[in-house]
C-alpha cells in the first residue's frame, strides 16, 4: 500500500490538521516509510490465532447504573473560550 | 392527501417500487449514561449532566453501564434476534462542536446484536414479517441550539453520552405505510420492554429513513438517506416526496447521487446536506479504551426469563382466549396501559362486552381528557362494575351510557348513580305490561295499521314504550309483552 500526496491531504483534512502544500509530498514519504514497516506484520503467519483485544487478560468491567457524577456545570464549561448561562458557544453551525 | 398504502409509483414510463430501509436511534432508558455515572433525565439545566467523561476531558475513561447492556440485549431478544455474547465498540471519527471527543463510540463489524425479526400489522388486516439486519450500543451527541444567539451556536451536553441504541431494518418495506406500521410496531416493542420510551417529539426515538426505487422485479436503485425525521407522519410523507424525486429524475434519463438528505417538515421537501459528504469516511477503530464486550449466554438466558408477554403473542392470546376479533385485539394491546386497562375490565366478564366499552364509550372519554390511561376519566374497576349491571339486567345498554356519562362527570361508580338517579330498569312484567296497554290504547289508529300490515310500525311502539318509561324499561320484557299483545 502506498499513499499519494491526494490521499495525505484528504486524511489531513478530515483530521482537521493543517497540512501546508510544500508539506505534504515529504509526508507521503515519511508515511510510506511507516506503512512499510508495518507491513512486515503481513509476513507472520496468523492462521488459526485469536485477534488480541489486549494485552492484559482481563474482561471488561461494568459499572452500575447509579448516578454518580455531574452537576458542575461550571466546572464542565470552565475552559471554554466562551460561554453562556452554563451553555458552550461556538461559532454558528447550521445545516 | 397523500395515499401512504401505494407500493407503486406510475411513471410516464411505466411502474416503479418503492424500497425502504429505516435506521431508528431508540435512547435506552437508565439512570445514568452509557459510559459514565452522570444522569439521563430530560429538560435538564445546561451542561448540568454532565461528567469530565462526556465533556470528554483529557486522560478520563469510559466505564460501561451494565444496565445499557441488559437493555440492549432484551431489546434483541424482544426482537426474536441473535445476541452476540462477543461485541466489540469502536470509534466512529467525526467533528461537530456537540460531540466533544471528535468521536462517537459505536459499534461496527461487531454489533451486540444480529439479526431479528418485526411483524407488521396493516390497517388491511395483513402482516409482513420485516428483517432487522442488527441493533447496536452507541454514545448520543450533545444538543446544538442554533437560535439563542445571531452569530453563535449554544451547545448543551446533558445528552452526550446517553446510551442509544441504533436498531437497522433491511431494505423490506414497500411503501409509506408499511414504514409507519414498522416505526409503530417498534415502538410498541420498546416500551413493553421498558428500554425506551419511544417518544419522538421528545427526540428520545429518531429515524434515519433510506429510500431507493426500481423496476419492480429488478435490482435495487441507489439509495438516499433522509437523516433525523422525527415523527411517523414526517418519515411517510418525506418517502413519498423523495421516491417521486428520484422517479423524475430517472424518468428524464438521470441517475441518483448516494447522499444524505435531510426532511424540512414545514415544505415537505427533501434536500441535499452537501457538507456532510465527506464525514462519510468515519475511519472506524476499535476503541482502545474498551476491551470487547462479553458476557455468558445463561446470562441472556435468564434475561429472556425476565421479558414481558409482548404485543404479538398478546394479541393472539386476545384472540385465542378471549375471542376477540383481531382487529379489536391490536387496538387493545397497541399500548401496554391500555392493555392491562382492558385486561382489568375483561377480568371474570363477557370478553367482548369490555372490548366494546373500552374501545368505545370509554376511548372517547379519554381522548377527550387527558389522553393518558394511567389517569383514567373512569377506573376499571368502575367500568367493570358498569358492565355487571348491563349484564345482570339492572339497566338497560342505553341506559348504561348514560350512567357511564355521569360516572365521568362525578367519579362515583355506576351502582350508586343508578340508585340516585332511580336509573335500574323495570323487568317488572306487569308494570311494562300497564305501560304497554296505554300506548296501545292511545295509538289505535296505529296499532289498525300495523294488524293490516304495517310491520314496521312495530319499532314505534317500542319506542313509546321506552320514552314512556324514561328507558327505563327492559326492552326485552317490552319486546315480548308488545309481540303478544299485537300479534297474538
Known sequence: MSLDKATVAHVAKLARIRVEESDLEPMAAELNNIMTWIEQLNEVDTDGVQPMTSVVESVLRQRSDDITDGGYADKVTQNAPASEASYFVVPKVVE | ??????????????????????EVHAQVISNAKLFSGAATAFGAEPNSQVSLVDAAMPGMLPVINEKCVEQAVRTGLGLKARINTFSVFDRKNYFYPDLPQGYQISQYLQPVVGEGIITIDLPDGESREIGITRLHLEQDAGKSLHDQDPNSTY?????????????????????????????RKLRTILRYLGTCDGNMEEGSMRADVNVSVRRPGEEFGTRCEIKNVNSIRFVQQAIVYEAQRQVDILEEGGSIDQETRLFDANTGVTRSMRSKEEAHDYRYFPDPDLLPLTFTQEWVDSLMDTLPELPDAKKQRFIDDLGLPAYDAGVLVAEKETADFYEQVAEGRDAKIAANWVMGEFFSALNASSGDITQPPVSAGNLGGLIDLITDGT??????????????ESGKDAGTIVEEKGLKQVSDTGAIEAQVDEILAANGDKVEEYRGGKDKLFGFFVGQVMKATQGKANPKVVNEILRKKLDG
Do not use: C, H
Not at chain 2, 442509544?164 to 423490506?172: A, F, N, R
Open chain 2, 155 to 183: 451547545i448543551d451536553l446533558n445528552r452526550s453520552g446517553v446510551a442509544l441504541m441504533e436498531i437497522v431494518s433491511e431494505p423490506d418495506m414497500r411503501s409509506p405505510e408499511e414504514a409507519g406500521a414498522y416505526l
Open chain 2, 395 to 408: 339497566i338497560s345498554g342505553r341506559i348504561a351510557k348514560q350512567v357511564f356519562e355521569a360516572m365521568v
Open chain 2, 1 to 22: 392527501m397523500n395515499d401512504f398504502a401505494s407500493r407503486i409509483i406510475q411513471g410516464a414510463t411505466g411502474d416503479w417500487e418503492m424500497v425502504i430501509g429505516l
